[in-house]
Nanobody
Framework: VQLQASGGGLVQSGGSLRLSCAASGPIFGISDMAWHRQAPGKQRELVASITNSLSTIYNDSAKGRFTISRDNVKNTVSLQMNNLKPEDTAVYYC????????????????????WGQGAQVTVSS
């Protein structure tokens, strides 16, 4: 199973970016999906999360500016970021709690946490 993120870049303060992340592989199902970010010298933090029933949680800095969404058929999660600020500059990581199937004694399931490779978002002032 892999998570592939895309959509980062450089944008001016007040601008917008959209991050996307696609899960691929022998996926049986995905429960929670999320975006985290890590700024230089800081710990990784949760930005937004979404369950498979589309319930969402945002951190305080993202509320009102960012929107997380997902497509349960395509196994994708996206983050629309509006009114970006220099303090949003970070590497953004997508996350998924994924149940994969594999051939063990029979067809078996494994529940694991998966992370994408990170997408750099830079907001200039």
């Amino acid at each position: 199973v892999q998570l592939q993120a895309s959509g980062g870049g450089l944008v001016q303060s007040g601008g917008s970016l959209r991050l996307s992340c696609a899960a691929s592989g022998p996926i049986f199902g995905i429960s929670d999906m999320a975006w985290h970010r890590q700024a230089p010298g800081k710990q990784r933090e949760l930005v937004a999360s979404i369950t498979n029933s589309l319930s969402t949680i945002y951190n305080d800095s993202a509320k009102g500016r960012f929107t997380i969404s997902r497509d349960n058929v395509k196994n994708t999660v996206s983050l629309q970021m509006n009114n970006l600020k220099p303090e949003d500059t970070a590497v953004y990581y997508c996350y998924g709690r994924i149940t994969r199937f594999y051939h063990g004694l029979g067809l078996e399931l494994s529940h694991d946490d998966y992370w994408g490779q990170g997408a750099q978002v830079t907001v200039s002032s």
